[in-house]
């Protein structure tokens, strides 16, 4: 069997290159720092409000037209896409972004009735407004069997985006903390301190990743994220409960050594259970279509990214924070629950 | 370890099969369903907005204005109020309005104001019952004046009820045969959710629902100079206003109705008997029958004028004393429009102003690609992890995959059990589950192989590989756990049903590994009885 062959009772010296581990981090670290408010994040219309329609291709239309289009109609700031659709037998389609019109502006255009409400319900029509347009110039030939067709269409009044802009940061920021929570009490606050730096880690990352590369960031990518944590967290507890055990059992070794040796015991199933996982993600990746790649995109990275972290942030910080190596304070759920 | 008592396998197998049964109706057609007898589930999962294509659109109802309404009516009463003060009680006032959130007016006699105090504060009507928070405040403010204002938990409460009256008064006009799966919902403070399955053209939705449907009818003023000094001064007498027609004219009305849109029993679109115009027919209750049969004989010769949300429909003149309680409202309708302003009418005017905060549409195709493109992601994804774990565990890996395919089983028992809705990040909960499942597998499995490196035998090594797993594994889930329900708290509708699936995935895959893989485990011991694992 494969697993055989490979190097189960691992000696890898992973405490070893943690500085390297950490200066790299660091270094990835703060290059996404940077990178977050320089070159900003391409919120989807979820966080930014807006409209996106997408269709699939009318015969004959190249994106040229299509941007023509939307230029002759004056929408705002669009921005229009290839896309590879959906499906086995998927069609190409044409994905056209722009900003809604500022309240002010439509204020003016409409007629007498300057009040706040007619204005928002103004910005949201923009979307029926170019499909209009856009019907007007690649008529249906025939209504039964339309030869282009609207596959979806949102639009994002400026409230809304803020409000779930909002309720996205408050459950990272929740979820964290919850995290943070549930080591303490299990664990002790030195193994805490490590698990959370490793969430952060994993956050800032993926969010650095999604600044660098400009996908997508909406709100099913808050969902990716909040899974990362879970997953990372997952991942830093399999290793924790080991050192926890092994520190028990040799309670002279030195903790380098102890840390190293939880480790390579868990290996073969950390790079098990990231193997299986990941195998699933690139599934969804590759034939979920257009609407899951960011997601599907940022749990990959998230896996590989959660899994490194667990090793060279969590495990590695154990060094630094101050572990106590007090019997008491090393028993597991069973022992605490059995003798209370 | 070898003794696995009777209950927990008959626990197994009640599980698998349960889950299995309510899963089956999601691969069957809607035939076969139909065949299904009927104390036997047939419901599948419920699709969400993002597969099954739709339209969902997020309201928000502005209950300032329907505060402002009630603070009309609260001038209304205390006028009312004050002019039933007769002789040396006369309480003579002057300049009442709405102004700053609250009725005000002066006092000719500033001697009355306790008087006048404890008058308006008859008007209280305590929330809740007589011993509850009082529901207006009146005090005499710093220039003489007297201020009646709503107190902050009458104005919340006349807020959530504008919110639950728009969603009530939404149902009807959307689907006004209750027929349709039209779902209007509150969100939040004063947000409404409406999601149309299967609905393709949001703006007949956001038509229906913007339309405020306030109808009135107001006698008109047959006084051309008393019009032309109002349209000169652009201030018609108290008592008067000027309202334009659909038709262009310009009329003179009395400000208040005859009757309001309340009292309409019942609306439907129909043909004009003369020219065979599109038009709006409805019938009036009882009181609205006896008003308007009085207000017609009392006013032969007149016109009154059918006002809708500020527009004149049309101004008729009164032949003679309508008593039938019924009508008809003409004007440039369509055969559509007007069966959607019948529908307005019926259900009845809007307590407030709604607006669109945000509109989605996924078109049918999208949906159904989705699902395609979903199943077979998950059918590749479990066939990869299988092919993984047999490579990795052999026959161990074998029980893992049996396992995992009774828990891809409980996953879509326990969505269509319990009615959560399947959503498209749902679908990628189900394929990240299949590949994290493994995980309790994998730990336990990792587990039995030291101990069997550490020179125990292999009954012994089970047993001892699942007793030292299980905190890892239990920690591990509860962390998982936790981020889900955060998630789902997070809200809104594909994302929640990730947070669905996960939060059962995580469920069923401890409950599969943990008891389904160990009994495998189990009848293969006993069966062969081995000296050796085959791991």
Wanted: charged residues 20%.
């Amino acid at each position: 069997m494969l697993m055989k062959r490979l190097p189960i009772e691992g000696k890898v010296d992973f405490m070893s290159v943690r500085m390297f581990a950490f200066a790299l981090s660091a270094v990835a670290l703060a290059a996404s720092v940077i990178l977050i408010p320089m070159k900003g994040l391409n919120f989807g219309i979820d966080f930014a409000g807006g409209m996106l329609v997408e269709i699939t291709k009318p015969e004959g239309a190249e994106i040229e037209d299509i941007r023509a289009l939307a230029n002759e109609l004056e929408l705002k700031a669009p921005n229009i896409t290839e896309a590879s659709g959906t499906g086995a037998n998927a069609e190409e389609t044409f994905v056209i972004r722009a900003a809604l019109p500022d309240e002010d502006e439509v204020a003016t255009d409409a007629d007498t009735n300057t009040d706040e409400s007619a204005a928002t319900d103004q910005e949201i029509d923009e979307a029926q407004r170019f499909i209009d347009a856009l019907e007007a110039a690649y008529p249906h030939s025939d209504v039964e069997e339309r030869d282009w067709e609207i596959l979806r269409r949102d639009s994002v009044g400026p409230r809304v985006s803020n409000e779930l802009l909002q309720a996205g940061i408050t459950a990272l920021a929740v979820s964290l903390i919850f995290m943070l929570a549930y080591i303490w009490f299990r664990f002790q606050i030195a193994f805490s301190v490590g698990a959370v730096m490793a969430l952060l880690h994993d956050v800032i990352l993926t969010v650095g990743v999604f600044s660098l590369l400009q996908i997508d960031f909406d709100l099913t990518t808050i969902a990716a994220l909040l899974t990362i944590i879970g997953y990372s967290m997952n991942d830093t507890v399999v290793v924790y409960d080991r050192v926890r055990e092994e520190l028990r059992k040799y309670k002279k070794m030195p903790l380098k050594d102890v840390i190293n040796l939880s480790l390579n015991k868990t290996l073969s199933r950390t790079l098990l259970t990231s193997g299986t996982t990941l195998l699933a993600l690139i599934s969804i990746y590759v034939l979920g279509g257009e609407v899951l790649r960011g997601f599907s995109f940022a749990l990959i990275w998230g896996v590989v990214i959660g899994t490194y972290s667990s090793i060279f942030i969590a495990s590695a910080l154990l060094l630094h924070t101050g572990l106590t190596r007090d019997p008491e304070k090393l028993q597991s759920a069973d022992e605490i629950f059995s003798k209370s | 370890m070898l003794q696995f008592p009777p209950w927990k396998v008959a626990l197994i197998l009640f599980v698998s099969v349960f889950g299995a049964l309510f899963a089956l109706p999601n691969v069957l057609n809607e035939n076969q369903r139909e065949s299904i007898p009927s104390f036997l589930p047939s419901s599948p999962a419920n699709l969400g907005l993002d597969l099954r294509g739709g339209v969902s659109l997020l309201l928000s109802v502005d209950a300032e204005q329907s505060v402002t309404k009630q603070l009309n009516d609260l001038l209304r009463e205390a006028r009312a109020k004050l002019q039933t003060t007769r002789g040396d009680n006369r309480i003579s006032y002057t300049a009442i309005r709405v102004e700053d959130d609250a009725v005000r007016f002066r006092l000719r006699d500033n001697s009355m104001s306790d008087r006048a105090i404890a008058l308006m504060r008859e008007m209280n009507q305590p929330i809740g019952g007589p011993l509850g928070a009082p529901s207006i405040e009146v005090s005499q403010a710093g220039n003489g004046e007297i201020e009646i204002s709503f107190t902050p938990q009458r104005v919340e409460e006349i807020m959530a009820e504008a919110t639950r009256q728009t969603v009530s008064k939404l149902g009807p006009r959307l689907d006004p045969d209750g027929l349709g799966e039209i779902l209007v919902q509150p969100s939040g403070e004063n947000d409404i959710i409406v999601e149309a399955p299967g609905e393709s053209d949001p703006e007949r939705l956001i038509r229906v629902i913007e339309q405020p449907g306030v109808l009135t009818f107001n006698l008109v003023v047959e006084d051309q100079n008393a019009l032309n000094e109002a349209l000169r001064t652009g201030q018609p007498r108290v008592g008067n206003i000027i309202r334009q027609s659909v038709t262009g004219e310009t009329l003179l009305l009395e400000s208040d109705p005859i009757i309001e849109g309340d009292m309409v029993r019942s609306s439907s679109q129909g043909f004009h008997p003369e020219n065979n115009q599109p038009i709006v027919n409805f019938t009036f209750n009882t009181t609205g029958a006896r008003l308007f049969g009085e207000a017609t004989s009392q006013n032969r010769g007149r016109r009154f004028a059918i006002l809708l949300d500020d527009a004149v429909q049309s101004a008729p003149r009164i032949n003679s004393a309508i008593l039938q309680g019924s009508g008809f409202i003409e004007g440039s309708f369509t055969v559509e429009s007007a069966r959607e302003l019948a529908t307005v009418i019926q259900a009845g005017a809007l307590p407030a102003q709604v607006n669109v905060e945000s509109v989605r549409v996924v078109g049918p195709t999208l949906g159904q690609d989705s699902i395609e493109a979903g199943a077979l992601a998950s059918i590749i994804g479990l066939i990869l992890v299988a092919i993984f774990m047999l490579f990795a565990y052999g026959l161990f890996g074998i029980f893992a995959v049996g396992s995992l395919i009774v828990n891809i089983l409980l996953i879509f028992g326990a969505l269509s059990g319990l009615g959560a809705t399947l959503t498209l990040p749902g679908i990628a909960g189900i394929i990240l589950t299949i590949g994290m499942a493994v995980d309790a597998n994998v730990l336990v499995f990792e587990r039995i192989r030291e101990e069997s490196r550490n020179g125990r035998k292999p009954i012994s090594a089970i047993e001892s590989g699942y007793q030292q797993a299980l905190s890892t594994i239990l920690d591990a889930n509860i962390t998982t756990l936790l981020a889900a329900s955060v998630l789902y708290t997070l809200g809104s509708g594909p994302v929640k049903g990730f947070a669905v699936t996960l939060a059962i995935g995580i469920f069923t895959s401890v409950f599969t590994a943990f008891v389904l893989t160990r009994w495998f485990s189990v009848i293969w011991l006993r069966a062969t009885r081995p000296t050796k694992l085959p791991m």
